[in-house]
C-alpha cells in the first residue's frame, strides 16, 4: 500500500526568507501524480502545486517550486520569498490510476508559520 | 463559478441522530469525492461517486455510512445514529473526469461535532 510521510509536524520562517518543506513516499508504481495542497484557517484545501511522476522537470508556481526525486521517493516543497499569507498546514498528496479511484493519499501535514 | 459548495458548513449532533451532508460539485463536474479528516490527520479517502453511481467506496465504514449523487440534486453523505468517533471535517472534491490527470477542486468542507 502507498503511504505518504511528512516528518516535520511543524516549520517556521521568517517573512521574505525561503522555507523548505519534506515529503516522502513509498509506492511500488511507475507512474503517478504528487501534489501539495494548502490548508488555511479557513480549512479550504487550495492545491499549490502538481507533479507527474514522468516528467524530469521540476514544476514550479511562482514563489512555490518543488525537488522531485523519483529515485528517492522524495518530494519536496520550496516557498520562496514567503509572506504571511503563505501561514497553513501544508499536505503532500499522492495518486495513482491503478489504485482506488479518486482515492488521494495524504500525509499528515507540516504547519508552517510565518513571522514578521 | 461558484466552486465545490458544501453545507452545512458546521453541524451539531447528539449521539444516535443522524447526519447528512451535502455537497454541489463544480460546474460541468460529474465525479465527486468524500474525504474525512480527523484532528491533526490528512484527508481520508472515503467514496468516489458519478452521476446516479457509486464507483469506489473503499474508505467508506460498511455501518452507518452511505452517500449518493442523484441524477438532480446535490450528492449526500448520510452518517446514521452517530457516534463521538464521527466527530471530524467531511471534504468533497469534484472534477471534470477521474483523479489525477484532473485536479480534484475540493470545497470549503463540513465540521461535524457528536455531542
Known amino acids: 500500500a502507498q503511504t505518504v510521510t511528512q516528518s516535520q509536524p511543524e516549520m517556521s520562517v521568517q517573512e521574505a526568507e525561503t522555507v523548505t518543506l519534506s515529503c516522502t513516499y513509498d509506492t511500488s508504481e511507475s507512474d503517478y501524480y504528487l501534489f501539495w495542497y494548502k490548508q488555511p484557517p479557513s480549512r479550504q484545501m487550495i492545491l499549490v502545486i502538481r507533479q507527474e511522476a514522468y516528467k524530469q522537470q521540476n514544476a514550479t508556481e511562482n514563489r512555490f517550486s518543488v525537488n522531485f526525486q523519483k529515485a528517492a521517493k522524495s518530494f519536496s516543497l520550496k516557498i520562496s520569498d514567503s509572506q504571511l499569507g503563505d501561514a497553513a498546514m501544508y499536505f503532500c498528496?499522492?495518486?495513482?490510476?491503478?489504485?482506488?479511484?479518486?482515492?488521494?493519499?495524504f500525509g499528515k501535514g507540516t504547519k508552517l508559520s510565518v513571522k514578521p | 463559478n461558484a466552486g465545490v459548495m458544501q453545507n452545512p458548513r458546521h453541524l451539531v449532533r447528539r449521539r444516535g441522530q443522524e447526519a447528512r451532508l451535502r455537497c454541489s460539485p463544480m460546474?460541468?463536474?460529474?465525479?465527486v469525492y468524500w474525504y474525512r479528516q480527523l484532528p491533526e490527520e490528512g484527508l481520508k479517502f472515503m467514496v468516489y461517486?458519478?452521476?446516479?453511481?457509486?464507483?469506489?467506496e473503499s474508505g467508506m465504514p460498511k455501518e452507518r455510512f452511505s452517500a449518493e449523487f442523484p441524477k438532480e440534486g446535490p450528492s449526500i453523505l448520510r452518517i446514521q445514529q452517530v457516534v463521538r468517533g464521527d466527530s471530524a471535517a467531511y471534504f468533497c472534491?469534484?472534477?471534470?473526469?477521474?483523479?489525477?490527470?484532473?485536479?480534484?477542486?475540493f470545497g470549503a468542507g463540513s465540521r461535524l461535532t457528536v455531542l
Open positions: 472534491a469534484s472534477s471534470a473526469d477521474r483523479a489525477g490527470a484532473n485536479v480534484l477542486t
Open positions: 461517486l458519478q452521476k446516479e453511481n457509486i464507483i469506489d
Open positions: 460546474k460541468g463536474h460529474s465525479h
Open positions: 498528496a499522492f495518486f495513482h490510476y491503478g489504485g482506488s479511484q479518486g482515492n488521494l493519499i
